[in-house]
């Protein structure tokens, strides 16, 4: 079982929709959760951080994490095309080195005109 | 913000050489930064970890004398890529951290012929 797993995908939404992106984590003793954004030949750049259970929205993004279900999810709303791209959840636990995150493989989302 | 940089961004050089890249935290000071390497439509590979002051920590399967990783300063990281071969072609991907959270630079594409 990998330590951080997401659906590879590919996920498809039409514009304006909400797409919604799952991952989930083994390690239980998890502190930290982040949400990258990475676009085609690019690198990774972060939406969002989560470290309580809960909702926390920024604009268009909603980050939800649940540490008892060991789950963490990303929601956009009113998807653009200019959200395509791949996302990358991301996990810290306390008994790792400061910032080492373990991360997923990665969710690829297509936003149709 | 949390700005970080890499340079060069592309570079392409000749089988045997070796090559240097840079990575800097511009606007605050990483004790610890991460090497990544991507290949095309692959998934981020941990390659080191790198903190000031202290010898890289490399992940099972990095040749630590291949991948020379120096953390000389607190806003600056390099990665030598020695006697590179065609194999080494790929994405590589700088992180520095601030707290918890890792901030990436834009990356550096190598191609060597």
């Known amino acids: 079982q990998k330590e951080v797993e997401q659906n590879s995908g590919p996920l498809s939404v039409p514009e304006g929709a909400i797409a919604s992106l799952n991952c989930t984590y083994s390690d239980r003793g998890s502190q930290s959760f982040f949400w990258y954004r990475q676009y085609s030949g690019k690198s990774p750049e972060l939406i969002m951080s989560i470290y309580s259970n809960g909702d926390k929205e920024d604009g268009r993004f909603t980050a939800q994490l649940n540490k008892a279900s060991q789950y963490v999810s990303l929601l956009i709303r009113d998807s653009q095309p200019s959200d395509s791209a791949t996302y990358l959840c991301a996990v810290t636990s306390s008994r790792t080195n400061a910032g080492k995150s373990t991360f997923g493989d990665g969710t690829t989302l297509t936003v149709k005109p | 913000g949390a700005v970080v940089s890499q340079h060069p961004s592309r570079v392409i050089c000749k089988s045997g050489t070796s090559v240097k890249i840079e990575c800097r935290s511009l606007?605050?000071?990483?004790?610890?930064m991460f090497w990544y390497r991507q290949f095309p439509k692959q998934s981020l590979m941990l390659m080191a970890t790198s903190n000031e002051g202290s010898k890289a920590t490399y992940e099972q399967g990095v040749e630590k004398d291949k991948f020379l990783i120096n953390h000389a300063s607190l806003t600056l990281s390099t990665l030598t890529v020695t006697s590179a071969h065609p194999e080494d072609s790929s994405f590589y991907i700088c992180?520095?951290?601030?707290?918890?959270?890792?901030?990436f630079g834009p990356g550096t594409r190598l191609t060597v012929l």
């Open positions: 992180s520095a951290t601030r707290g918890d959270t890792q901030y």
């Open positions: 606007d605050f000071q990483a004790t610890t």
